[in-house]
């Protein structure tokens, strides 16, 4: 049985251990993106329920984008308490695609997104240095639970070296799970 208590990141197989009470909020839910490399690699790859890590499973951002972060967003419709996120990173390959992120939770959205908000509009859930090939770890989110409805992974945009490469490296996300539950206190205008 996990420790709920634990705030250490915990690693699974292709079936994800979800704590009782708790489901995962984001799954199907609309998700949208800095930018994204082809319909079929779309950010509505990186919640829909599939752990797999080849890159036909996962979102990536293009190779072209203008902006210096790449990011990610999950709108799950309404406010939840949330306790964890569950992130799986690619396992064919590029495990570097995906490092140095944050995941924040916020309860409202401005209109125009920009990855470097307050803390009064965003809250950080986790920060993480690196993550395995093909791994899928959940993390607690600091100051548990975070009310929120969007739920953003923004990582600073790197560069890709080695093979004669020095240019601006994707975002590779093969899912993101949001582990929450309904919450019991109303928000007024919340949008």
């Not at 920009?114 to 989110?141: F, M």
């Not at 240019?167 to 582990?179: D, F, G, I, S, T």
Request: aromatic share 10%.
């Amino acid at each position: 049985m996990l420790s709920d208590a634990e705030n250490n990141p915990r690693r699974f197989r292709r079936q994800q251990l979800i704590p009782k009470g708790l489901t995962n909020v984001a799954l199907y839910k609309p998700a949208w993106a800095s930018s994204y490399y082809d319909i079929y690699n779309n950010p509505n790859s990186a919640n829909d329920g599939n752990l797999e890590t080849s890159l036909a499973n996962c979102f990536n951002t293009a190779e072209s984008d203008n902006n210096d972060w790449h990011w990610w967003r999950v709108d799950l419709l309404a406010i939840y308490d949330i306790f964890y996120v569950s992130v799986t990173n690619r396992g064919d390959c590029c495990q570097d695609r995906l490092r140095n992120f944050t995941v924040r939770v916020a309860y409202s959205m401005k209109q125009k997104y920009t990855p470097i908000q307050s803390d009064t509009v965003e809250k950080t859930c986790v920060r993480v240095g690196t993550l395995g090939l093909g791994a899928t770890v959940r993390y607690k989110c600091q100051d548990a639970p975070i009310l929120g409805r969007y739920v953003t992974l923004v990582m600073p945009k790197q560069r890709e070296h080695g093979y004669g490469l020095d240019k601006p490296a994707p975002m590779h996300l093969c899912e993101l799970q949001v582990l929450g539950r309904t919450t019991s206190i109303y928000v007024v205008g919340g949008s």
